[in-house]
């Protein structure tokens, strides 16, 4: 599916890649490799699993990034230290708690068609 738009919602185990055009929704689901919790509640960012996670964003145009942590700043900062492809698509990220998949294509849809419009408007850049 070529999409153009695509919210990512992770933690340290789990992300829920969602990509979407105006009709479908493609959903997948990646899973950390590591489940390791150190004592004091901080988990270290898992290359391989950010790796994957940039293999199912290949070909999106646009990314927002969510979740509750610090994983979704972790990825992000992979992406730069990295060079992916993927840096340059994130266009945000934002804190949310866990929604569903439907909830988190609705609040991608609306936060796009705002960012869509802003860079149409040359004022608004």
């Not at 145009?61 to 993927?86: M, W, Y």
Request: aromatic share 8%.
């Amino acid at each position: 599916m070529t999409t153009f738009h695509a919210v990512v919602w992770l933690d340290h185990t789990q992300a829920h890649v969602l990509m979407f055009d105006r009709e479908h929704v493609e959903a997948q689901r990646v899973k950390a490799r590591s489940q390791h919790t150190p004592k004091h509640g901080h988990v270290g960012a898992d290359k391989a699993f950010f790796e994957e996670i940039t293999v199912a964003l290949q070909g999106v145009s646009e990314v927002l990034l969510t979740g509750p942590a610090n994983a979704k700043i972790e990825f992000r900062d992979f992406c730069k230290h990295q060079a992916h492809a993927v840096d340059k698509a994130i266009v945000d990220v934002v804190n949310s708690d866990h929604p569903s998949d439907a909830q988190l294509v609705a609040m991608a849809r609306q936060y796009f068609l705002k960012f869509d419009q802003k860079a149409a408007d040359p004022t608004q850049r």
